[in-house]
């Protein structure tokens, strides 16, 4: 339309060159009509302005000018149209009012979305400590008149996008304070991912900031948006508010929320809940006596027993838990109830329930799988047993392990190992420890045992296996010094397998605390020692030490990629995707770093690594990770591709990601057979929680797996690979996915990141990719009644199709001894066929022989024949002289 206007208003005109000259003429008022037509007829004529642009711009410059702002509009159109959207911001800015927020054309709104860009990229640079200032441009007052627009044409959310990128917190509390739905908004706010998964230093002041909003809000209108709050104090750590809001509630006899509030906090827990940032509250009135609750909360542990001890020890924890609080007051039994619901108690106890009794693992099919593999076979054999703990994660079933003694006890060495440390995944559910800070008796008396075992035997094998188990239990406990110290002293003792398992142990245990005493020692140590193991888990190590530690951790990643060590530089890699986990949306240039390092490093362990780092930082956002993978995954470099297929099947785990799926199927059938590996485990993790009717490719993986397994000349390392895709593909019984993130909100979990990152090591120690069951989150939604019990008739009314969601289909017993009848039927009529050929091979010889005897036998009657022809003719001759 405004094309068209623009034809009616100047149809008589056929070029610009004659308006064009009126700009050299020197009356001004000559130049301010002939740039008033330019700007009618620009978006029209605009490839000849374009040569003459240098002219516009000096009327620009000339502030004498009276028509200097309709110059600066004009060559802001012109430069449009040119596709040089920074000088046409430039001049935009510099015409003044003449440039019209509010019309509705291609070229304002192009110019409206660059001022923005660049409005938001300045604020960004300023509130991370930059001085970049433009000072050429007003594009400050411009935002500010655009959020104005926004507020008052009720577009409030745009204006408060724009705000919380360009990290304006003044103007996000001015816009959602004078909003028309202040309680919308910030739902809005707190539900958007995007900001959650900022820079530490945001997120902290973005949620203190709600807090301050929430609870400067009238009383009634809070009444449903305490858990909003409780929330958003979870985030910044700060616990003692948290716990005033619950007794508050729990006065205003409120308790159901109040429960409800302590199952979303257990299930966003982070390390820092669980290990640190102990609260700090005094005088709760009316419900504790005159002590601290951080002393009814510090000693507060679980960990499960032998049933013989579990009543004792049940009445130790609720004296150690309740003996400040009277059990004649009112609210015991609710802080009773509410105290376990903290600690998780009741929510294991739920999840083990739930895993128990909907366990749908299929055991016959994993049971055809062992008889199809070769059982003589130690890397097939570990495979079966690792994929059964994946299957039965937490269902605390092992009748698959007590049902194969026998054909388990062919396991050797470090199969033993591995098969023994299964039980621990079968039963994770019941051997969790789940606390709120970090001194209990429990946790320190176990810790003291497995120090024993440490210091008390030589033996690499059983250091390996405590130091393992100890950085498990003291996941992120910062403070454990004497811990520290006695790793420290076994990984100096310089045993490739005890060292490495210590090294691996310091990591977990300093997870995310970014002691710099810890990293120079494990540094110091990486360059030092010969085994290189050590150097690996060293290295490895410091990126749990680094864990989300984002900007703060550049110095150490510079250290680790520029280092002449392969192995150092390897380590370097996954720094990289712990201290940048999940945080992609404003670390883009982490994002360029590992696609150089994957394209150009000499060594291929280190652009295998940074490829799957690539995953960990694009966890995020899991649907553009095929776009960033798509040339990767076709590299002529098989570490490559094997990086990119598991990269995808960790970022992409559990989404049936489409484009993921067309990518890794062809990988599949690829000439190398650790690619196959690699494909078969992405596969694996990216089917969870799917079934056939979801995705047509879903049968044709099943397919494979069983096609590969029965194929006698495929390589063992890729039936490797199809039996541990097998074992993620049914995790839990078929009731969980791995996930990095917590249930509600799009927060990582340290321990998933961990398990994660372990798995990956599976390409030099096999045992490790127990670890992954860190990473499982069962997937179910469990309704309670007030005393916490689970109600008799509970149903949910779902209005998907029951197809999207179904467990696919168990592989039964008729079914399985068809297919043993039809092998044998099989193998019986190859047998026959080679009993008919070894036949028809004794007849040929014989038929051979009896011709060979029959023309013996001719010959013989020929001659015989003659001998007798010959003396015939003679008695005849002889007779006929007789005669004669």
């Not at 916490?788 to 289909?809: E, G, H, R």
Request: hydrophobic share 40%.
């Amino acid at each position: 339309m405004h094309f068209e206007q623009n034809l009616r208003t100047c149809d008589i005109v056929t070029s610009a060159s004659g308006v064009i000259a009126l700009l050299d003429e020197e009356e001004a008022n000559l130049k301010l009509f002939g740039l008033q037509k330019l700007n009618a007829i620009v978006d029209i004529y605009w490839p000849e302005l374009a040569d003459y642009i240098c002219k516009i711009e000096e009327l620009c410059a000339d502030n004498n000018f009276i028509g200097k702002d309709l110059a600066n509009l004009v060559a802001s159109k012109v430069y449009y149209h040119l596709e040089k959207y920074n000088e046409a911001l430039k001049f935009a800015l510099c015409s003044g009012k003449l440039f019209n927020m509010n019309e509705k054309s291609q070229y304002v709104e192009t110019i409206l979305a660059k001022c923005t860009e660049m409005y938001v990229e300045i604020n960004e640079r300023k509130y991370e400590g930059d001085d970049y200032i433009n000072e050429n441009y007003s594009i400050q007052g411009n935002n500010l008149i655009v959020m104005e627009i926004c507020i008052k044409t009720n577009t409030v959310k745009e204006a408060l996008g724009v705000a919380l990128d360009a990290r304006r917190l003044d103007k996000v509390e001015y816009i959602i304070l004078n909003a028309p739905n202040k309680i919308d908004i910030l739902h809005h706010s707190i539900t958007n991912d995007k900001y959650i998964t900022t820079s530490k230093k945001f997120r902290l002041d973005f949620f203190k900031l709600i807090v301050n909003i929430y609870l400067s809000l009238p009383e009634e209108e809070l009444k449903n948006e305490y858990i909003n709050i409780c929330e958003c104090l979870f985030y910044i750590n700060d616990y003692q508010t948290v716990a005033q809001i619950l007794f508050k509630l729990l006065h205003a006899d409120q308790h159901l929320m109040v429960y409800q509030i302590a199952f979303d906090l257990t299930s966003s827990t982070q390390l820092e809940q669980e290990h640190g940032g102990e609260p700090e509250y005094n005088n709760v009135d009316g419900i504790v006596n005159e002590t601290d609750i951080e002393t009814l909360t510090s000693n507060l542990n679980l960990n499960e027993k032998d049933e013989k001890d579990e009543k004792d020890e049940k009445e130790e924890k609720e004296h150690d838990i309740l003996q400040y609080v009277n059990k004649n007051n009112k609210w015991y039994d609710k802080l009773k109830k509410l105290i376990l619901i903290l600690t998780g108690k009741i929510t294991t106890s739920l999840y083990i329930e739930f895993l128990h009794h909907n366990n749908h693992a299929d055991l016959i099919l994993l049971d055809s799988y062992k008889n199809v593999i070769d059982s003589r076979n130690s890397i097939t054999h570990h495979g079966i047993v690792i994929a059964h703990a994946l299957m039965q994660t937490g269902t605390t079933c092992d009748v698959f392990l007590r049902s194969n003694i026998e054909w388990l006890s062919k396991a050797m060495n470090y199969e033993k190992f591995s098969a023994t440390a299964s039980l621990g995944v079968v039963y994770k559910a019941k051997e969790l420890k789940i606390t709120i800070s970090p001194s209990g008796v429990y946790s320190e008396g176990g810790s003291l045992y497995a120090l024993g075992l440490i210091h008390n035997t030589n033996d690499e094998v059983l250091q390996h296996g405590c130091c393992l188990g100890l950085g498990l239990v003291t996941l992120g406990q910062n403070d454990k010094d004497y811990i520290y110290d006695e790793l420290k002293a076994v990984m100096y003792s310089d045993s490739a397998v005890a060292g490495e398992s210590a090294a691996y142990a310091i990591g977990l245990l300093k997870l995310g605390s970014g002691d710099e005493k810890c990293v120079d020692e494990l540094l110091a140590y990486a360059h030092d020692t010969q085994h290189e193991k050590i150097t690996r888990a060293c290295s490895i190590s410091l990126g749990f030490i680094m864990f989300q530690k984002e900007k703060e951790a550049d110095l150490l990643i510079e250290e680790l990629i520029n280092d002449k060590d392969a192995i150092i530089r390897y380590g370097g890699m996954f720094t990289i995707a712990l201290a940048y986990c999940g945080l992609s949306n404003y670390n883009k240039h982490i994002i360029k770093k590992l696609l150089h390092i994957s394209v150009s490093d000499v060594s291929d362990d280190v652009r295998r690594a940074a490829v799957i780092a690539l995953g960990f930082v694009l966890c995020n956002n899991p649907a553009h990770v095929p776009m960033f993978l798509n040339l990767l995954i076709k590299s002529y470099n098989p570490h490559v591709r094997y990086g990119a297929a598991l990269a995808l099947g960790i970022a992409c785990a559990a989404s049936a990601n489409e484009d993921a799926i067309d990518m890794l199927m062809p990988l599949l059938t690829d000439t190398t057979d650790f690619v196959r590996q690699s494909a078969f485990i992405a596969l694996g993790l990216i089917f969870q929680q799917s079934n056939e009717h979801v995705n047509t490719n879903f049968k044709k993986y099943k397919d494979e797996i069983v096609k590969i397994l029965s194929a006698k000349h495929e390589d063992i390392i890729a039936k490797f690979g199809a039996i541990i895709g097998a074992g993620l593909l049914d995790i839990c019984g078929r009731n969980a996915i791995s996930t990095f993130f917590t249930r509600r909100t799009n927060v990582i979990r340290p321990q998933a990141a961990v398990g994660f990152c372990l798995f990956c090591q599976l390409w030099y120690w096999f045992p490790l990719i127990h670890m992954i069951s860190l990473t499982f989150l069962p997937t179910c939604l469990i309704g309670l009644t007030e005393d916490l019990k689970v109600p008799q008739n509970f149903t949910v009314l779902s209005n998907c199709k029951s197809q999207t969601f179904d467990y696919p289909a168990f592989l039964s017993k008729e079914k399985t001894q068809e297919k043993n009848k039809l092998l044998q039927l099989y193998a019986q009529l190859q047998k026959m066929k080679k009993t008919d050929k070894a036949k028809n091979a004794n007849s040929a010889t014989m038929v051979n022989n009896l011709k060979k005897k029959k023309n013996t036998h001719f010959c013989a009657y020929i001659y015989i024949y003659i001998c007798i022809y010959v003396c015939v003719y003679a008695f005849m001759y002889n007779l006929c002289i007789i005669y004669v």
